[in-house]
Nanobody, 122 residues
């Protein structure tokens, strides 16, 4: 079964940077939109950023100007560059893929990763 796998999380000091990456575990024909969310138990899941198949991007207000989402459509990967990290950015980050086509004409379910922990602490 195709999955998304996130990587790049870890511990960083306030003001530091991390780059999160997300890739599909198997070959996929195409993906429409890709998203990054963050969520810890007891809190609402928050959309951090998304990028469409055409490269249009959207960011949550708390991360505008600090985070950058990008994708490699040929490799079906999405990256989140996080700069000037703050303690309130600490969370588990998940990637999501919508409009998945496993093969030409074969639609698949939306895909989620298992998350990667980002810890911002001095």
């Amino acid at each position: 079964q195709v999955q998304l796998v996130e990587s790049g999380g870890g511990l960083v000091q306030p003001g530091g940077s991390l780059t999160l990456s997300c890739a599909a575990s198997e070959c996929i024909f195409s993906i429409d939109a890709m998203h990054w969310y963050r969520h810890v138990p007891g809190k609402e899941r928050e959309l951090v950023a998304f990028i469409s198949s055409g490269g249009l991007t959207h960011y949550a207000d708390p991360v505008k100007g600090r985070f950058t989402i990008s994708r490699d459509s040929a490799k079906h990967t999405v990256t989140l560059q996080m700069n000037s990290l703050k303690p309130e950015d600490q969370d588990v980050y998940y990637c999501d893929a919508e409009g998945v086509e496993l093969a030409p004409g074969q639609d698949g379910d939306d895909l989620w990763g298992r998350g990667t922990q980002v810890t911002v602490s001095s």
